[in-house]
């Protein structure tokens, strides 16, 4: 039985390797006011909106993604989700480049439901200014957020 009271990744990785495993384990997400989720890798933002808003919003019939190539500023609108219940425009919680959207919400937007926060993601943006993080909030701050709200 594995003992992870006891369990050092630097012992098995080496040190050069300790420090990159750590970060890539420790991939929390971070959380605008607008509702929308962002996980960093490197200097790309993965986005989409949170579990709390897509259960705001209802059955999710319709996503408008931005498009690969554009110049998104913070806080600007990237997109749009349409539900059976409402439309809700989309903010980009960071500036940047668009260089990915996922595709498969064009034919299933039902994603957004089943996996708001990880296979229901909208775009990656090459961040711009990494700066903006930090007016993020992590999990708590944002579970905080809803409650108040």
Known sequence: MLRLSRFRPA????????????????MSLKYSKEHEWVKVEGDTATVGITDHAQE?????????????????EQHATMGAVESVKAA?????????????VNEKLNEEPSLINSSAEDEGWLAKIKMSAVSELDGLMDKAGYDKFCEES
């Open 11 to 26: 012992a098995f990785l080496g040190r050069q390797h300790a420090v990159p495993f750590l970060q890539r384990c420790n």
């Open 88 to 100: 809700s425009d989309v903010y980009s919680p960071l500036s940047g480049e668009v260089t990915e």
């Open 56 to 72: 705001q919003l209802g059955d999710v019939v319709y996503v408008e993604l931005p498009t690969v190539g554009a110049a998104l």
